[in-house]
């Protein structure tokens, strides 16, 4: 009798255990919580996350700004003296401004715009907005109304303020009212100005023209001006092929009304503004696609663009030339190579000094008239060769060749002592390292080698004959996704990591390579600032972002971890986002958020405020998860970036799927049974390819603006990374075989939750991708959800909000089963001002 009790007790108690033990299910979304961090909320919470340095021209020091809840603050820093010192007091500079303007200014709200240094970075020239209106120019608004369109002027002059120009004496703390000020006019989109400021070039009805700075002049006050000269350069260009471009997104209408205008063109200058050289695509055969612009007014308006999807025969053509701008000749470069090939120029790096000058040409990388620098590569993608031309004869040399089996990425290419040696980039032995080449294309030596991925050069000390460059995956125990500076002599000895620490690093290299800014952080920490020396010593600190308000409103860091792959050996990397009011004894839906790749992971390694995707979402009551895939992200191995190809459509998923099971084996709190997936672009072709290459697991998707039809994707993507095969016949004539698998196919594979959305007017991934599923859906006899944004591109741009909360409405109706929401979207109309 007494072993039966003790039997029977001891079930009693462990049934209690087993009801203890089990996490309850989520019942109520939480809308309350993921209102508090809309876009427009966190903007009031966080501020400044990162110093964004100006590095001035006369010394190797820099200003900056760094805004938080007590204000902007502006500060000047010299690392030689390895001083920081407040640019000027904000009471102070508030006062004088007020007295000087009559205007009310304080020193936490001070509205200052385009600082620039000048007389020997001695004084300080900036702007400011008045709360006044510009009486002058609103009349000058008024009277032009007369003649332009009547309400665009008129919302024009409404938003018109008298600005109010200013110099500040650094050392003496006055500041001075300028009131005869001759701003400098913004330079127009089509005005491409010569280094020596002496010339503009421009493309007017698809051929060149050019003008001399008089006329330009004369152009930035009024650009119908009769008395503007005008010099035209070719007389053959033609609708698509063309040496200009439209803007892009014109519709028919707007194009035929724009056809006379002055519009853009691509050109590098020589450095010293007597040659240029530009780029020209022949599109004529070319097809075009369409989208429909359903709002304009008064009636729908047709847009038409050049469109080449994979596989098409149909490609553009591309040319170099070089024009002589005293001899006047234009030079055709013989850059015959491969069918359909790709050609790209090589440009001179922009100096940092230079970022508030108030135009910097664009130059080609030679600083010599005698090489101009430029690569080719096949339309496969498997060939590719760095070459330079002589602007005077159009020959070519080739300096460098790279061959794979897979696709070839190229990188920017170095100079030293203007091409008397190359450095070049190159996955060649698996990984992307930098190889010394002299000036012919002779290899010297590989400067950096092992098992770790080289992304950038950030400068190179040609006296002391050191790079310095950015990697990730060479620091043990840390993300292999981390990015860190580095410095290395030319021969490969010496090799120093330079920003030590196991956070990811955004750095800003002085002209010098003397100093450089260095902001760091994880997801998990706050995003730090400090100053160092090219050997790596820490200089000063600058600044910690503050965060307080964002962690009074509850928000609560993410939190990395570590799964492996589908194949039990490589590792991935990720990210858990978790409700700020977790609760460990629940039970969580999971969701994941994907973006293939493969030239990307969606997976934050530095802080970040952008929190819709992932951060925002998770406080409706879920956990959500990013982590990448084999075929992803190039900053590891070839291999693993190109584990893919050949297999655009579901290479990914296997890996996606295992991340989720695994943590789910951790973490009791994870409902393996409600598994979500979004994602955006290619994003939303992969969030759909979930749902059904393994409908049994992915219970819900929200797809967004997805590529799901790669066939009529764009060339270059799909090609790229999928494959195209490259075909010659006995008589030597080339063509190309491209076939995919399309998500279309599988559409009878559909059992869970599908909301589809698209963009109506997207010309980058066409609203077609998205139709061709819904289609064979239908076809398909399966229920699904479909929306199409009004008037929006891929972006969905400002009905992202919107988008949050049709997306968040379905995730929870679908995997927390809360149909509480009416018609109304409240949290949205909360925070809208009733006028």
């Given at each position: 009798m007494r072993k039966s009790i003790y039997c029977l007790t001891f079930l009693l108690l462990a049934s209690a255990n087993m009801l203890v033990g089990q996490n309850k299910p989520i019942e109520k979304a939480n809308y309350q919580l993921a209102s508090r961090f809309s876009p427009k909320k966190v903007g009031k919470m966080v501020f400044s996350t990162n110093v964004d340095p100006h590095w001035l021209k006369n010394s190797e020091r820099f200003w900056y700004s760094f805004e938080t809840p007590s204000g902007k603050s502006y500060y000047i820093v010299d690392p030689a003296a390895k001083s920081k010192k407040i640019l000027f007091d904000n009471v102070s500079m508030a006062a004088q401004m007020s007295r000087l303007t009559k205007d009310p200014f304080d020193a936490q709200h001070l509205p200052i715009e385009k600082i620039k240094f000048i007389k020997n970075e001695t004084i300080i020239q900036f702007e400011v907005k008045s709360k006044l209106m510009d009486e002058d120019k609103k009349d000058a608004d008024e009277d032009d109304m007369k003649k332009k369109d009547k309400k665009k002027d008129a919302d024009k002059g409404k938003a018109d303020k008298k600005i109010f120009h200013f110099e500040y004496n650094l050392a003496a703390g006055k500041l001075t009212l300028v009131d005869d000020f001759k701003k400098i006019k913004e330079n127009p989109d089509w005005a491409n100005i010569s280094p020596d400021g002496e010339k503009v070039v421009f493309s007017k009805k698809d051929n060149l023209y050019w003008m001399d700075k008089a006329s330009y002049a004369k152009a930035?006050?009024?650009?119908?001006?009769?008395?503007?000269?005008?010099?035209?350069?070719?007389?053959?260009?033609?609708?698509?092929?063309?040496?200009?471009?439209?803007?892009?997104?014109?519709?028919?209408?707007?194009?035929v009304k724009n056809i006379d205008n002055r519009k853009p063109t691509y050109i590098l200058w020589?450095?010293?503004?007597?040659?240029?050289?530009?780029?020209?695509?022949?599109?004529?055969?070319?097809?075009?696609?369409?989208?429909?612009?359903?709002?304009?007014?008064?009636?729908?308006?047709?847009?038409?663009?050049?469109?080449?999807?994979?596989?098409?025969?149909?490609?553009?053509?591309?040319?170099?030339?070089?024009?002589?701008?005293?001899?006047?000749?234009?030079?055709?470069?013989?850059?015959?190579?491969?069918?359909?090939?790709?050609?790209?120029?090589?440009?001179?790096?922009?100096?940092?000094?230079?970022?508030?000058?108030?135009?910097?040409?664009?130059?080609?990388?030679?600083?010599?008239?005698?090489?101009?620098?430029?690569?080719?590569?096949?339309?496969?993608?498997?060939?590719?060769?760095?070459?330079?031309?002589?602007?005077?004869?159009g020959k070519v040399t080739v300096v460098i060749e790279e061959r794979l089996n897979t696709y070839i990425d190229l990188n920017d290419l170095g100079l030293v002592n203007n091409g008397k040696e190359l450095i070049h980039w190159s996955e060649r032995d698996g990984w992307g390292h930098f190889y010394l080449y002299d000036g012919n294309g002779k290899l010297k030596n590989q400067i950096t080698s092992g098992p770790f991925h080289c992304e950038s050069i950030e400068g190179i000390d040609e006296a002391g004959r050191v790079l310095y460059f950015t990697a990730n995956g060479l620091e043990a125990n840390e993300d292999p996704y981390y990015l860190h500076l580095y410095r290395i002599n030319f021969d490969g000895s010496g090799l120093k990591l330079l920003n030590k620490g196991n956070f990811d690093n955004a750095v800003s290299l002085s002209d010098g390579c003397r100093y450089f800014v260095n902001n760091f952080s994880r997801v998990n920490t706050t995003p730090e600032s400090?100053?160092?020396?090219?050997?790596?010593?820490?200089?000063?600190?600058?600044?910690?972002?503050?965060?307080?308000?964002?962690?009074?409103?509850?928000?609560?860091?993410?939190?990395?971890?570590?799964?492996?792959?589908?194949?039990?050996?490589?590792?991935?990397?990720?990210?858990?986002?978790?409700?700020?009011?977790?609760?460990?004894?629940?039970?969580?839906?999971?969701?994941?958020?994907?973006?293939?790749?493969?030239?990307?992971?969606?997976?934050?390694?530095?802080?970040?405020?952008r929190l819709d995707r992932t951060d925002r979402l998770a406080q409706l009551g879920f956990v959500v998860i990013t982590v990448g895939n084999r075929g992803g992200h190039p900053a590891r191995s070839k291999w693993y970036h190109n584990y893919g190809y050949g297999n655009l459509k579901n290479y990914g998923l296997a890996d996606k799927k295992a991340a989720i099971e695994q943590l789910a084996d951790r973490y009791a709190y994870i409902d393996i049974n409600k598994v979500g997936i979004h994602g955006h672009s290619g994003g939303g072709f992969m969030s759909t390819a979930a749902m059904l290459v393994y409908p049994d697991f992915f219970?819900?998707?929200?797809?967004?603006?997805?590529?799901?039809?790669?066939?009529?994707?764009?060339?270059?993507?799909?090609?790229?990374?999928?494959?195209?095969?490259?075909?010659?016949?006995?008589?030597?004539?080339?063509?190309?075989?491209?076939?995919?698998?399309?998500?279309?196919?599988?559409?009878?594979?559909?059992?869970?939750?599908?909301?589809?959305?698209?963009?109506?007017?997207?010309?980058?991934?066409?609203?077609?991708?998205?139709?061709?599923?819904?289609?064979?859906?239908?076809?398909?006899?399966?229920?699904?959800?479909?929306?199409?944004?009004?008037?929006?591109?891929?972006?969905?741009g400002d009905m992202n909000e919107y988008y949050f909360w049709l997306m968040g409405d379905y995730f929870s109706k679908h995997l927390i089963g809360d149909n509480s929401q009416g018609v109304d979207i409240t949290e949205m109309n909360r925070d809208i001002e009733l006028k």
């Open positions: 930035l006050k009024d650009e119908k001006d009769s008395t503007i000269v005008e010099h035209q350069i070719t007389k053959d260009g033609v609708k698509d092929y063309s040496y200009g471009y439209t803007k892009e997104n014109e519709d028919n209408e707007e194009e020589s450095h010293d503004s007597k040659f240029f050289a530009i780029s020209r695509n022949d599109s004529r055969k070319v097809k075009d696609l369409w989208v429909i612009k359903s709002l304009s007014s008064p009636r729908p308006t047709l847009e038409t663009y050049k469109y080449q999807m994979p596989g098409e025969k149909e490609s553009p053509i591309e040319a170099l030339q070089v024009y002589n701008m005293a001899a006047d000749t234009m030079v055709t470069i013989d850059v015959t190579g491969f069918k359909d090939q790709t050609l790209s120029m090589f440009s001179a790096p922009r100096l940092k000094k230079d970022r508030d000058d108030d135009y910097t040409a664009s130059k080609w990388l030679s600083k010599t008239n005698d090489k101009f620098y430029f690569s080719r590569i096949s339309r496969d993608l498997k060939r590719a060769d760095i070459c330079y031309a002589d602007p005077s004869t400090v100053v160092m020396d090219n050997q790596g010593t820490r200089i000063a600190n600058l600044e910690k972002a503050d965060l307080s308000l964002l962690i009074q409103a509850g928000f609560k860091f993410p939190e990395p971890f570590t799964v492996k792959a589908d194949d039990g050996i490589t590792d991935l990397y990720g990210v858990m986002y978790k409700p700020f009011d977790f609760d460990s004894t629940k039970l969580y839906p999971i969701i994941e958020y994907v973006y293939p790749g493969p030239q990307t992971e969606a997976v934050n390694k530095a802080f970040s405020a219970k819900v998707a929200c797809s967004n603006a997805g590529n799901h039809e790669n066939n009529i994707y764009n060339r270059w993507w799909s090609e790229k990374h999928h494959g195209i095969k490259e075909i010659t016949d006995t008589a030597g004539k080339v063509s190309f075989e491209y076939d995919i698998d399309k998500n279309s196919k599988l559409a009878s594979n559909l059992k869970g939750h599908l909301l589809l959305t698209t963009g109506e007017i997207d010309n980058n991934v066409h609203p077609g991708n998205t139709i061709r599923v819904a289609n064979a859906l239908v076809r398909a006899n399966k229920r699904f959800d479909l929306f199409v944004f009004p008037g929006q591109r891929h972006g969905y």
